[in-house]
C-alpha cells in the first residue's frame, strides 16, 4: 500500500522541480533533492508502520474501537503542525477538531 501512496510523488516531486526552472540552480538541486526524496522514503516508511500497527489491532482488537481511534490520528497531524511549524489553530478548525473528538469518543465508548 505505501508504494501505491508514494510512489506517484517520489515521480513528481523532482519532475515538478524540474518544470519550475529548480533545476537551474546547481548549487541547490542536489542537497535539496536528496532531502525530498529522504522525507519521502521516511514518509513511506512511516505509512508501511502505521499499516502494519493498524492491522494487528484490528486482529487483537474490536474494529468498532480500533477504526475510531485510528481516525483521530488528527491530533499527532495538528500537533505536529503546531509544533514543529507553527501553525495556529483558529475557532473554526479547534471548533471541528472538537466536533471529530467527540464523535469518535462516541463510537469508542458507546457501542
Known amino acids: ?3 501505491l501512496r508514494h510512489g506517484p510523488s517520489a515521480i513528481v516531486c523532482p519532475s515538478r522541480r524540474y518544470v519550475d526552472g529548480w533545476w537551474a540552480h546547481e548549487e541547490q538541486a542536489g542537497g535539496a533533492l536528496c532531502r525530498e526524496l ?3 522514503c521516511l ?3 512511516a505509512t508501511g508502520a502505521s499499516w502494519l500497527c493498524y492491522y494487528r489491532a484490528l486482529q487483537d ?3 468498532i474501537v480500533v ?14 503542525s503546531w509544533l514543529f511549524f507553527g501553525e495556529k ?3 473554526r478548525p479547534a471548533g471541528g477538531l472538537l ?8 463510537m469508542v465508548f458507546i457501542h
Not at 477504526?67 to 505536529?80: H, N, R, T
Not at 466536533?99 to 462516541?106: E, K, P, S
Request: a positive charge; hydrophobic letters at 65%.
Open 43 to 45: 514518509s513511506g516508511l
Open 1 to 3: 500500500m505505501s508504494r
Open 61 to 63: 482488537g474490536l474494529a
Open 38 to 40: 529522504a522525507f519521502i
Open 99 to 106: 466536533l471529530i473528538m467527540a464523535g469518535t469518543l462516541l
Open 67 to 80: 477504526v475510531p481511534i485510528d481516525k483521530l490520528s488528527i491530533l499527532v497531524a495538528i500537533a505536529f
Open 89 to 91: 489553530l483558529s475557532r
